[in-house]
């Protein structure tokens, strides 16, 4: 029993040294891995960061590309309804050259309906004689009644005898209403229209028929 007790207490500080040593380890371990967990929850938030910012700029992307998409989806030259006397900007350029019009005969060239033209010029390239007189008429008036235009020649671009270019405000007065054009060939017979003929429409203003 003697020996049992001095064994004992032997032993006991043995154990002492061992728990504190181990302890001391532990600590020491953990105290070691604090700078990596603050680089790791560095890292971490790092990440986080830059995860947001990259969802931020495709949110953006998408709302940029959603107002472009609407925007490119009206679509150009639509008729839409507008204001008494509103500016209504259109040019039209039709191309003649190896058109025949038949004796009586027109092409119908524009037509604003359910507007009128309260502001706009036509321009036209075509067939004249010696005297710049052309055998064709420019019609404008609402469909069905139109009549012919005073046609004014433009001396300067014009070669009496082949082709002279000629023009026009419209309506000519207020008590004219103007929604038609057309080229007419008033004659008995067909009508060839040469190379580099054609008509040029300009509206600026517009207002709804009443």
């Known amino acids: 029993m003697k020996n049992y007790m001095v064994k004992k207490k032997s032993i006991l500080p043995q154990l002492l040294r061992t728990a504190v040593q181990q302890n001391t380890t532990k600590s ?21 960061l ?7 700029s495709i949110i953006s992307a998408i709302a940029v590309s959603v107002v472009l998409t609407t925007a490119l989806m009206i679509p150009l030259g639509t008729n839409y309804p507008v204001a008494q006397g509103a500016v209504a900007r259109d ?7 190896g058109k025949t019009i038949p004796g009586g ?5 524009y037509d604003s309906t359910p507007y009128k033209i309260t502001n706009g010029h036509i321009a036209a390239n075509i067939p004249c004689d010696e005297t710049s007189t052309s055998p064709l008429a420019i019609l404008i008036g ?3 009644n139109l009549s012919a235009a005073n046609l004014t020649v433009v001396n300067e671009l014009s070669n009496p005898g082949t082709i002279c270019i000629y023009h026009v405000d419209i309506p000519p ?4 209403t103007v929604t038609d054009i057309a080229i007419q060939n ?3 017979s ?10 040029v429409i300009g509206v600026n203003e517009i207002e709804p028929l009443g």
């Open 142 to 144: 609402e469909a069905p």
């Open 105 to 109: 005969g027109f092409i119908h060239l």
């Open 190 to 199: 067909d009508e060839e229209l040469p190379a580099s003929s054609t008509v």
């Open 50 to 56: 830059s995860q947001m910012q990259h969802a931020v």
């Open 28 to 48: 020491a371990a953990e105290v070691a891995l604090r700078p990596r967990q603050r680089q790791e929850t560095f890292y971490r938030t790092f990440l986080y």
């Open 91 to 97: 040019s039209q350029t039709i191309l003649l050259d």
């Open 186 to 188: 008033p004659t008995d």
């Open 173 to 176: 007065n207020a008590t004219t």
